[in-house]
């Protein structure tokens, strides 16, 4: 009997131990490569190459949208690595606008300070190297220690930052040549469960036309106005307020933007790796890698919706009123991470870097905002703590009618479903 109870014992004490040294052994890798990314980037190298850069910002400073890339529906094969900012338009082109009248930020300074912090290829080869190492660590984890919560949670976050890695590939902006970008997307496009080339599609238009009413833009996560909710027949009011209300909004949106939304587009994207996953290392493991992709789903949702999504935000009425810097100053957050969260993050948190100049990548952006920031240049951004992050999580709907800023220059503001508005669960 004492036999029989010591071996009845020894798979849970296994399953203690297991579990501890997955925890320990996480915390490790996360630590020797954020040590070891930082001794081994170049932070001194400033790239010269921005012929196509200046070309674009010439066109576009002067409102020649026929021959902008971003605009003229050009392949993106064919596209230059153009920049996604103009000068700040006129006083009177802003008339009605939040913009202020006089714009703090200086573009030629900015441009300077973007330059700066171009694509490196010694860098870009370390910051890969790590992604690929985070995502066989992540998977090394759940294999072994049979889809242990916290490593599904690993590879989910390692997924996010193989996502932010193919994000900045398709922007041009990972590698100094387009071709090794290009190469990359496509690469990385069946580790993410998105095609390339409709990622590409949708994505431009976000940067080209973010903070416009007349435009779709795919990204954002507020659709409608307490008004417009208010005018709908109940079955939509209710089926809007059971779907978007935030507990069940991320992961749902999670599973239906990077699993279901368009299979005859993103079928093969979503099938391949998993299958290999399954014939290699088992069907446990399998389960394991799906439920991770449907967490780094769920999180990449909740990003978006705060990257765009805190008060106030910026939406104007059509293309006249807007401006390209505002939407990015202004339209854009700043939610800066602590370690270990910034290692999977890979800098999308500073999203006004990014809308300002997408050339800027993910494992220079940091380094580009805290110069930016001795400069004085972000005082117009709103920079997001984590309660205001966690508050603006739930905001689910425009509040009144106003979905854009008014003749008067009121902007719109975000408001949150009851009970969370009645426990203040949202940006205020």
């Known amino acids: 009997r004492s036999k029989l109870k010591l071996r009845t014992q020894e798979p849970a004490n296994m399953g203690r131990v297991s579990s501890g040294a997955l925890f320990l052994w996480i915390w490790l890798v996360a630590v020797l490569l954020d040590r070891g990314f930082e001794a081994f980037s170049n932070d001194g190298r400033v790239l010269a190459h921005s012929v196509g850069h200046d070309r674009a910002f010439t066109v576009l ?110 922007h041009l902006s990972f590698f100094e040549d387009g071709n090794s970008n290009r190469l990359l997307a496509r690469i990385l496009q069946w580790f993410v469960n998105y095609n390339y080339r409709e990622w590409d599609r949708i994505h431009v238009s976000h940067h080209s036309h973010l903070g416009d009413e007349t435009v779709k833009d795919n990204s954002l996560t507020v659709f409608f106005s307490e008004q417009q909710l208010a005018e709908f027949p109940w079955p939509l009011r209710l089926a809007h307020r059971v779907i978007r209300d935030p507990l069940l909004f991320f992961p749902l949106a999670g599973f239906f933007v990077f699993f279901i939304n368009k299979p005859h587009i993103h079928g093969p994207q979503r099938v391949l790796v998993p299958l290999i996953v399954w014939c290699i290392l088992g069907w446990q493991t399998f389960i394991g890698y799906l439920a991770a992709a449907w967490v780094a789903g769920a999180l990449g949702v909740a990003a978006f919706h705060l990257q765009h999504g805190c008060n106030t935000p910026y939406r104007v009425a059509d293309k006249s009123h807007r401006s390209h ?39 220079r952006i940091q380094r580009c905002d805290a110069e930016g920031l001795s400069r004085g240049f972000w005082r117009r951004v709103d920079t997001v703590s984590a309660g205001r992050a966690f508050r603006s999580l739930f905001h689910t709907q425009f509040e009144g009618s106003r979905r854009f800023i008014d003749e008067n220059g009121v902007p719109p503001r975000f408001k949150s479903f009851w009970p969370y508005s009645a426990l203040r669960l949202q940006d205020t």
Request: charged share 20%.
């Open 325 to 363: 810097l505002d939407a990015a100053i202004l339209g854009s957050t700043r939610i800066p991470l602590s370690f270990p969260l910034s290692l999977f993050s890979f800098g999308i948190e500073y999203h006004h870097v990014h809308h300002l100049d997408t050339r800027v990548p993910g494992y």
């Open 61 to 170: 400073a002067a409102g020649n949208k026929r021959h902008c890339s971003l605009c003229s529906g050009v392949p993106q094969a064919r596209r230059q690595r153009t920049t996604r900012i103009r000068r700040h338009e006129s006083q009177k082109s802003l008339q009605g606008s939040v913009a202020v009248a006089d714009p703090i930020e200086d573009w030629g300074e900015l441009k300077r300070l973007f330059a700066k912090h171009r694509a490196d290829n010694r860098e870009a080869t370390a910051s890969l190297g790590m992604t690929i190492f985070l995502w066989v660590a992540g998977l090394a984890s759940v294999h072994l220690s049979g889809g242990h919560w916290a490593a599904i949670l690993f590879l989910g976050l390692s997924l996010i930052r193989c996502f932010i890695v193919f994000h900045d590939a398709a």
